[in-house]
């Protein structure tokens, strides 16, 4: 059984830095074609991919935040870490992990995790 | 970047089929996804690699993608269809996943 846990702080003032944590089970990031992304969906709004990880630790990020990301994983601990640095209320939104396929198979997310909501306010 | 246009919004009647287009630049050399976003809950993965459905996922959804356009098709549909629904593909030139901007799917 696939799952995904995000955590990490539910409030972040600004120009904070976020750490997002996923942690998940019922698979391993070291099998061939498989992946982790972060997205995020501001309230209301549509859904905006962050950044994706590979069993070959390719990094892939948004390129209007690329700037700004930095996308890990810890293969023993079956987690993926997120970093996204001088957060504005702007980047408040739910933030999801989810599992995906490779970006040669069109890197699609089958499982997704329930999602964490992170206000950005003073 | 690489642009997925959705329309805002798409009715349809129960038992109707209902459409939502996807366009992006030679979308049809790329592969295409969907998913159904209901409200306060996570998406979930309806088509895969243009035409595939997940294990578990109604074969009443299905999916094509050719020129500029990707279409997610669901025949017969129902009151439980009603959602917000994604396309989503990798572009290997800019080397990231692309979000539409979502269709809201009514039931009436």
């Known amino acids: 059984q696939v799952t995904l846990r995000e955590s990490g702080p539910a409030l972040v003032k600004p120009t904070q830095t976020l750490t997002l944590t996923c942690t998940f089970s019922g698979f391993s990031l070291s099998t061939s074609g498989m992946c982790v992304s972060w997205i995020r969906q501001s309230p209301g709004k549509a859904l905006e991919w962050l950044a994706l990880i590979d069993r070959d630790d390719d990094k892939y990020y948004s390129t209007s935040l690329k700037t700004r990301l930095t996308i890990s994983k810890d293969t023993s601990k079956n987690q993926v870490v997120l970093i996204l640095t001088n957060m504005d209320p702007v980047d408040t939104a739910t933030y999801y992990c989810a599992r995906g396929a490779g970006v040669a198979q069109g890197a699609h997310f089958d499982y997704w995790g329930q999602g964490t909501l992170v206000t950005v306010s003073s | 970047s690489y642009e997925l246009t959705q329309p805002p919004s798409v009715s349809v009647s129960p038992g109707q089929t209902a459409s939502i287009t996807c366009s992006g630049d030679k979308l049809g050399d790329k592969y295409a996804c969907w998913y159904q976003q209901k409200p306060g809950q996570s998406p979930v993965l309806v088509i895969y690699q243009d035409t595939r459905r997940p294990s578990g996922i109604p074969e009443r959804f299905s999916g094509s993608n050719s020129g500029n356009t990707a279409t997610l098709s669901i025949s017969g549909t129902q009151p439980v269809d009603e959602a917000d629904y994604y396309c989503?593909?990798?572009?290997?030139?800019?080397?990231?996943?692309?979000f539409g901007g979502g269709t809201k799917l009514t039931v009436l």
């Open positions: 989503q593909t990798w572009d290997r030139r800019t080397e990231t996943v692309e």
